[in-house]
Nanobody, 126 residues
Framework: QVQLVESGGGLVQAGGSLRLSCAASGRTFSRNPASWFRQAPGKEREFVAG????????NYAGSVKGRFTISRDRAKNTVYLQMNNLNPEDTAVYYCAADGTSYGPLRSEASAYDYWGQGTQVTVSS
């Protein structure tokens, strides 16, 4: 089992930046693809960014491409999401997720992920 804990959320003004962290415990998830999703009030959970087990491949939703960067530190068993130039439409609860398949393909469907964190709130004021 992998337990994921997100941190780094908060309140920021439009144009600001935040860095989210997702720390894994229980066992390493360095062999597993990982992604960030977000869910705004009244909306479905949506894919934000994903990273392969090796860290060499990444994928982004069109709405965040060029503003957000996903990365991972395999030694620290942690995945990060650097968010720049935030706007109010980025306000949501952000979730970290890990695919249970070692070295599996990088996927953007929430159903593909076996492990989820509890989420961290990001609020962007205008």
């Amino acid at each position: 089992q992998v337990q994921l804990v997100e941190s780094g959320g908060g309140l920021v003004q439009a144009g600001g930046s935040l860095r989210l962290s997702c720390a894994a415990s229980g066992r390493t998830f360095s062999r597993n693809p990982a992604s960030w999703f977000r869910q705004a009030p009244g909306k479905e959970r949506e894919f934000v960014a994903g990273i392969s087990a090796s860290g060499l491949s990444t994928n982004y939703a069109g709405s965040v491409k060029g503003r957000f960067t996903i990365s991972r530190d395999r030694a620290k068993n942690t995945v990060y999401l650097q968010m720049n130039n935030l706007n109010p439409e980025d306000t949501a609860v952000y979730y970290c997720a890990a695919d249970g398949t070692s070295y599996g393909p990088l996927r953007s469907e929430a159903s593909a992920y076996d492990y989820w964190g509890q989420g961290t709130q990001v609020t962007v004021s205008s």
